[in-house]
């Protein structure tokens, strides 16, 4: 499992940069649900290039999910993700009047006390479930007995939520964060909040919960031919060249089918826009985990992710498991 680790991220280029291939469209959730140019990475960073600024392309920043499958299929390796999320910043410092309290709320989470979890050896690899893994506290317990991680108290689930809406998070909370971090071994299962690790912690080994999960044995022999693999994108595209290898072995070692397309990109089974994950709107598009089906032959659907879970249960009669629950009883 420990071969898995990250390594620091290489240095990515700008929107000045961009040479308008339209490469981006090919994988953008956005461009598939609305067919329109400015809904792309590429109509964001070419009307950036024209002097448009962020109040200006408020609409396409809101509805972009931050999936990050458009940076590994960028020819001129711009930081696509890392643009959208500055852009978001800018717009959130602006005191835009659509989700102000929201954001206040938020910013009155991160200015308070670092929670004060138990103390975990220097040594002991850690694992930051996130707020949708700690929902479901059975599964939790069962992700801790399968990979054998400390399960550390302060997450960073409120410093992920303003790196998804471009919120400033104070040094004191950002950097207390990280200390509780150094000298571990991350195991996220944020993928967003696993990319920015890559960048704030470059000397550390940190790895997406589905890799460190499917590279267990235990799991790894219970996928089969029948199966239909779904993978958590943002970890996946953030660390896209390691990653397409190891789920290439994980499909030849099992048979198993993967959510990718044929650039070895990870089609996301929840594409929500920031309204949708701020809860300001509800739902998300079901079109994504229906187009993931369209033409598979699957009897089962295993998944990274409880929100993929979700999706899945509400569009297919297939049944549909967490990766972890592959265990059965940890009697």
């Not at 690790?197 to 997406?208: A, I, T």
Request: proline share 6%; net charge neutral; with cysteine.
């Amino acid at each position: 499992m420990f071969g898995l680790f990250a390594k620091a991220p290489a240095a990515r280029r700008d929107y000045s940069d961009c040479s308008g291939c339209s490469l981006c469209f090919l994988v953008c959730p956005m461009w598939r649900d609305r067919h329109d140019p400015s809904f792309t990475p590429e109509g964001l960073a070419k009307a950036l290039q024209c002097g448009a600024t962020a109040s200006a392309l408020a609409a396409p920043l809101d509805a972009c999910s931050l999936c990050g499958a458009c940076d590994p299929v960028c020819p001129e390796r711009i930081d696509l993700s890392g643009m959208i999320m500055n852009l978001r910043r800018q717009l959130a410092s602006s005191a835009a009047p659509s989700r102000p309290a929201v954001l206040d709320d938020l910013r009155t989470r991160l200015r308070r006390d670092i929670i004060a979890g138990s103390a975990v050896s220097r040594s002991a690899p850690v694992l930051l479930p996130g707020s949708d893994l700690r929902t479901a506290p059975a599964l939790l317990a069962r992700v801790q007995a399968l990979l054998g991680l400390t399960v550390v108290e302060d997450d960073g689930a409120d410093i992920s939520l303003a790196l998804e809406a471009g919120v400033e998070i104070p040094q004191a909370r950002l950097q207390g964060f990280l200390a509780s971090l150094r000298g571990h071994s991350i195991v996220a299962e944020d993928g967003l909040l696993l990319r920015q690790l890559r960048r704030w912690l470059p000397g550390s080994q940190r790895m997406g919960l589905g890799a460190a999960l499917s590279s267990r044995t235990a799991l790894r022999g219970k996928l089969g031919a029948s199966d239909l693999y779904v993978i958590e994108p943002r970890a996946y595209h953030a660390d896209h060249e390691r990653m397409v290898a190891y789920y290439n072995r994980l499909q030849i070692e099992t048979g198993c089918t993967l959510s990718l397309d044929l650039q070895r990109i990870a089609i996301p089974a929840v594409a929500q826009s920031l309204s949708q994950r701020l809860g300001l709107v509800p739902g998300d598009d079901p079109g994504q985990a229906n187009w993931i089906l369209q033409g598979s032959k699957a009897t089962r659907i295993v998944v990274e992710t409880l929100a993929d879970r979700a999706a899945f249960e509400r569009v297919s009669d297939l049944p549909v498991l967490h990766i972890a629950d592959l265990a059965g009883s940890l009697k």
